[in-house]
């Protein structure tokens, strides 16, 4: 009886630790940013049934930039505000298992990873609701910087020939 309670024990913290390390949807994040994430499968059929942008951000538990982006960039409220009105948010752990349907194929999320050429986490693509690519960002994105991303692809200014840089106001250094 008594070993069973230990193994009950042990189970049971082995448990709340694995939620607190990995988070909601098995993500590895605090809950800081506040940003309801959506698995693969889940966003992609919700951005196409409700016609969004998508947002997918490609992490691994154990990257700090990831976690730095979370609580800095995502948790700020204006970013948050804007992710919440115009994109289906997805966030992927290209590390953990699990079954993505990516263009009529069933993969894991590791060879998902390398589908969107995901080279470095984090790394974060815009969609559009259909799938289409709109564009990737690799690496920690600042929350300014990102504020004028997320409106220059919402705003579709990404289908005009203005560039991100100078949209976002952007200097270029002098020679």
Request: net charge positive.
């Amino acid at each position: 009886m008594k070993s069973k309670l230990i193994i009950l024990i042990a189970i049971i913290i082995i448990g709340i630790g694995a939620g607190y390390m990995f988070g909601v949807k098995g993500t590895g994040f605090g809950k800081k940013g506040n940003i309801r994430w959506l698995g693969y499968n889940e966003g992609m059929e919700k951005a196409k049934r409700e016609n969004k942008q998508i947002l997918l951000n490609f992490v691994t538990h154990w990257c700090d930039w990831c976690k730095k982006m979370d609580e800095e960039t995502f948790g700020n409220k204006e970013v948050r505000g804007l992710i919440e009105k115009g994109f289906v948010p997805i966030r992927v752990d290209a590390e953990l298992s699990g079954e993505a349907h990516y263009k009529g194929r069933k993969m894991g999320y590791k060879e998902l990873a390398v589908h969107y050429s995901v080279k470095e986490v984090p790394t974060t693509w815009f969609l559009e609701g259909d799938g289409t690519l709109i564009a990737m960002m690799p690496g920690k994105i600042e929350p300014d910087y990102f504020l004028k991303t997320l409106a220059y692809v919402k705003n579709g200014v990404y289908k005009t020939d203005v560039k991100l840089a100078d949209y976002a106001g952007v200097k270029k250094p002098q020679d």
